[in-house]
């Protein structure tokens, strides 16, 4: 629960998932780890999404995730 409430805060500001990496990890990822990393990452914020605490946007080819309107973190 603690991860998914640093993202909603982090989400303030349009956040892709390679950008949400830092909000969810302090460590530095690289290979393998990376690719899981992401997709945790993409989980995350697609559960966050479908729960309608956030909304998805697109940032030219990249979809970005905000926090919807109206929600607060609590």
Same mark, same amino acid.
């Given at each position: ?8 805060? !982090? ?9 949400? /990496?830092?909000?969810?990890? @302090?460590? *530095? ?9 992401l997709g945790?990452?993409? !989980?995350?914020?697609?559960?966050l999404?479908?729960?309608?605490? /956030?909304?998805?946007?697109? @940032?030219? *080819? ?13």
């Amino acid at each position: 629960q603690a991860q998914i409430d640093m993202l909603l805060d !982090a989400c303030k500001v349009p956040l892709s998932a390679y950008e949400s /990496l830092p909000v969810l990890y @302090r460590r *530095e990822l690289a290979g393998m780890h990376f690719l899981f990393a992401l997709g945790e990452a993409v !989980a995350h914020l697609e559960y966050l999404a479908h729960r309608g605490d /956030l909304e998805r946007q697109m @940032r030219g *080819e990249v979809i970005v995730y905000r926090r919807a309107s109206g929600r607060a973190v609590g």
